[in-house]
């Protein structure tokens, strides 16, 4: 399997990843809803303007999102790599919501109310490079540093 279809078969398999942010130097995560949009290039997620991840994003875009868990699996297992998005986030622009926001509800349908929300917005991460991990051994990085905003 090429690491894209690999990315894009991790990416498919979870709803889920962990966001980190920061701000003024300290770290901040949460849990977001992901759908990938645009093949493996952007990942989508919605938030409340009022969070403490929104506002680490208005500050400074940089984040990263983790996907994977090796908590069920045991010790030396390698069954499941876990995958790390590096890249740029920012608000997707309003006359792109209601395409962007189709989509994240077809892929998390529990997320209409929060979607609906005036305190709402969808955030685009443009991705500028993967980790994957397989294990301690095997780490490789996959590019894709020309798709971050100019």
Request: with cysteine; aromatic share 6%.
């Amino acid at each position: 399997m090429s690491q894209v279809a690999e990315i894009q078969a991790i990416l498919d398999a979870n709803r889920f990843a962990v966001l980190a942010t920061q701000r003024e130097g300290q770290p901040h995560t949460g849990l977001v809803a992901i759908t990938p949009i645009d093949g493996i290039r952007t990942l989508l997620f919605a938030t409340y303007r009022s969070t403490r991840k929104y506002r680490n994003i208005s500050l400074n875009g940089r984040v990263s999102l983790f996907f994977g868990d090796r908590a069920a699996e045991p010790l030396g297992s390698h069954r499941h790599p876990v995958l790390t998005a590096h890249g740029f986030a920012s608000v997707a622009p309003d006359n792109e919501r209601d395409e962007l926001a189709s989509a994240h509800v077809e892929r998390h349908h529990d997320l209409l109310k929060l979607l609906a929300s005036t305190d709402s917005a969808l955030v685009r991460v443009r991705v500028a490079a993967y980790q994957l991990v397989h294990n301690v051994d095997d780490v490789r990085w996959y590019d894709l540093s020309d798709c971050m905003p100019i």
